[in-house]
């Protein structure tokens, strides 16, 4: 017998007879966090996605394309890119445009428009699938229409949320999703978990943003409630 055989028959007369059943996850999230009403779920998160400098306006359906006027006027922005395919979209392109905004779509391939992407869209919108409270965290799903580098290239990234669709939890948000099904809710290649605007840190501690990703984040909150 050589050394790998010996090696192989200590690690076979140690290995359990038996495999030990998987942890029961859920049960564990069920302990580590209550369960918390609509309005302590929106206020959790809002609390920690502000703790990481992103910026939140709360809105309802009736006004959220004015404040997202307000939020570009403010920041001086006059140039968006957004999707007019998706609802959100095509609402916010109609109203920016006849308010003087112009409005870009990602239609074409990088490889064609990326000097234009890279350097004269200064902002963009994108819709959210949902979010986590318990980190204050966004849940983006990246298509074919609002493809990833619409939330990581230009320095201003704004994101539209209904509170609805806050979960308690991570574990929450993909049980109740669906993550796991495959057929009826197929994953994205690139599903993304943001919790505010880019930064990095030097040895010196000293913390920048922008350097990876956009500088700066919008959370445009939809709220039934919301003046």
């Known amino acids: 017998m050589n050394a790998r055989d010996r090696i192989l028959s200590k690690l076979r007369a140690a290995a359990p007879s038996t495999v ?6 859920g049960d564990w999230f069920a302990s580590h966090r209550p369960a918390e009403d609509a309005a302590a779920k929106v206020q959790r998160f809002r609390h920690f996605i502000e703790l990481a400098h992103a910026e939140v306006h709360s809105v309802n359906r009736g006004n959220w394309v004015q404040k997202l006027w307000e939020v570009l006027a403010a920041k001086e922005l006059r140039r968006l890119l957004l999707a007019p395919e998706t609802e959100h979209g095509a609402r916010a392109f109609e109203a920016l445009t006849e308010l003087g905004v112009e409005c870009t779509a990602y ?24 979010a986590i409270a318990e980190t204050g965290t966004l849940i983006l799903w990246p298509d074919v229409h609002e493809p990833r580098l619409m939330s990581l290239v230009p320095p201003v990234h704004i994101v539209l949320l209904d509170a609805n669709k806050i979960y308690n939890t991570f574990f929450e948000a993909i049980s109740s ?3 796991g099904n495959t057929q ?6 690139n599903a993304l978990l943001v919790s505010g605007p880019s930064k990095t840190a030097d040895i010196q501690q000293t913390l920048a943003y922008g350097a990876h990703g956009p500088k700066e984040l919008v959370v445009l909150l939809l709220e039934e409630s919301a003046q």
């Open 177 to 179: 999703e669906g993550w």
């Open 20 to 25: 030990p059943a998987a942890p029961l996850v």
């Open 184 to 189: 009826t809710h197929a994953l994205p290649t």
């Open 107 to 130: 239609h074409q391939p990088i490889e064609q428009g990326k000097a234009v992407m890279f350097r004269h869209i200064p902002a963009s919108l994108t819709g959210a699938r949902a």
